[in-house]
């Protein structure tokens, strides 16, 4: 497995480092690092620390922020950016903008399970300026283009 270098910027996430729950799993969660609990009212969006910064440092990879499913889709806590993308070269806090997309307030308990994290690998391209694509079979087709079924 390959490792990041990682930096514990809140004491109390030193006992809870982000782990895979199964062996099969994709994504890390990532905790409310709050003092108090803050309650998020319908509609707003609310920057919330982790408490932890990483340094992916090779450009090969990223790491992307998703809701967490149960959040998302009980309560309504979602992404105000509806993905976080964390750069390779990124050094600071994991922040995750947390939108209340429901229509009730949710109060935000510290240490909370609220997003996770996933690392993805990522191709950097440079750009070769044709006037004429060679043809494909979709061609400039799409939205729907291929029909319903
Ligand atoms: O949900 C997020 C999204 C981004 N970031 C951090 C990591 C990322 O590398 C950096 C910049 O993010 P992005 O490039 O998406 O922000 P921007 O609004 O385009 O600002 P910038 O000019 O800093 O690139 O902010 C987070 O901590 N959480």
Redesign the pocket.
């Known amino acids: 497995m390959k490792t990041i270098d990682i930096k514990i910027l809140d004491p109390r996430m030193q006992e809870q480092l982000p782990a895979y729950a199964t062996p099969g799993s994709a994504g890390l969660d990532l905790r409310a690092c709050i003092d108090a609990p803050i309650v998020i009212e319908a509609g707003q969006t609310v920057l919330i620390p982790?408490g932890l910064a990483i340094h992916l440092a090779d450009p090969g990879y990223a790491?992307m922020?998703l809701p967490r499913s149960g959040m998302g889709h009980k309560n309504g806590i979602v992404?105000g950016?509806l993905?976080?993308?964390?750069?390779s070269?990124?050094q600071?806090?994991?922040?995750?903008?947390t939108w209340n997309r429901g229509h009730a307030a949710f109060t935000l308990n510290p240490m909370e399970r609220l997003a996770q994290l996933i690392i993805v690998p990522v191709l950097q391209v440079g750009f070769n300026v044709v006037e004429e694509f060679d043809s494909s079979e979709r061609g400039a087709g799409g939205f729907g283009s291929t029909g319903k079924q």
């Open positions: 982790t790491a922020i992404l950016n993905v976080g993308l964390i750069d070269d990124y600071g806090q994991l922040m995750v903008s």
